[in-house]
């Protein structure tokens, strides 16, 4: 068993999605994967982390957050509570 805690469930995805950038610049997109905490997202562009991004998923709604890493034109993050 292992001393630590247990990630969230995630629900796979392949969404597309606008994402804000921290920059103001705003890049198509795809939403990868979602948990109550956290999402993962992939763009033609170099996210960074602790970079603050809103993603805008067509016709459901936005999610905002924190990235935590990044890398290749991907990112996950931490959602907004």
Do not use: H, Y
Not at 5 to 25: F, L, M, Q
Not at 61 to 75: E, V
């Amino acid at each position: 068993m292992s001393e630590f805690p247990k990630r969230p469930d995630r629900v796979s995805t392949n969404e597309p999605c606008r994402i804000a950038r921290g920059d103001g610049a705003i890049v198509q997109g795809t939403l990868l994967n979602l948990s109550n905490s956290g999402f993962c997202v992939s763009a033609k562009c170099n996210f960074v982390e602790r970079e603050r991004i809103e993603v805008r998923i067509f016709g459901l709604g936005r999610l905002r957050g924190t990235t935590r890493w990044a890398k290749k034109g991907r990112a996950g993050g931490m959602l907004d509570v």
